[in-house]
């Protein structure tokens, strides 16, 4: 299995909804990753996990909880979003986060829709 | 403060004639460099590493450490080319920055 999997793939919610996105990978990589894409706009690194812990947070506001409960798994949990959130969220993963020129494999992502 | 360049937005070219991408940087250190792609309704995707220095799909790309650049080339570009190119250095502590993206389009 040679892919990076997201769930859902699409996902409205309300401002003072909590919601999780999710992501799954069984290539035996031990970088995680998630990014934010606005439209036409590049991905913007949010989160680095590094052997299952959190090694970079890009200032991201704590509306935003990532979570990773094994190597496996990567979690987005969602709680009192702005409409300004609103965006593609791109999961990926690498064999670790240092090592050689290692590329970083992609989900589709989940976009994410707040009203 | 490290910076990724794309100087163009949009690119058409005929099929079969030459295609250039440009992308400059400006980063402390020995950056990695990569040139991901995405075609339509297909997700994000390794193309080219800097250090492999290989052809993938007729692409090459050169770093210029002088100039700062890795520009991405095709000498004959296809239709099947048609996507979003992305530059993307990895710095010193290992984040992978995108540049604004380049759109080409081959037309027949």
């Known amino acids: 299995d040679t892919e990076v999997t997201q769930t859902p793939k699409h996902l409205v919610m309300g401002m003072t909804n909590k919601k999780s996105l999710k992501c799954e990978q069984h290539m035996g990589h031990r970088a995680m990753y998630w990014y934010k894409q606005k439209a036409k706009k590049p991905p913007e690194l949010m989160f680095v996990y590094s052997y299952e812990k959190l090694s970079i947070n890009e200032s991201v506001p704590s509306r935003f909880s990532p979570e990773c409960p094994n190597s496996s798994l990567l979690n987005l949990h969602l709680h009192a979003l702005q409409p300004e959130d609103s965006a593609l969220y791109l999961c990926a993963s690498s064999q670790d986060r240092t090592g050689g020129s290692q590329p970083q494999h992609f989900g589709d992502g989940t976009r994410l829709s707040i009203l | 403060a490290q910076r990724v360049t794309q100087p163009e937005k949009l690119l058409s070219v005929f099929k079969g004639a030459p295609v250039e991408l440009k992308c400059n940087y400006s980063y402390s250190g020995s950056p990695e460099l990569f040139w991901y792609v995405q075609y339509s309704r297909q997700r994000l995707q390794l193309l080219l590493r800097?250090?492999s220095r290989e052809s993938i799909k007729g692409f090459t790309a050169d770093l210029n450490k002088g100039e700062t650049s890795f520009h991405l080339k095709k000498p004959f570009a296809q239709e099947e080319d048609s996507a979003m190119y992305y530059c993307a250095p990895r710095s010193n502590d290992y984040k992978l920055s995108f540049g604004a993206g380049t759109t080409v389009t081959v037309r027949a």
């Open positions: 800097h250090i």
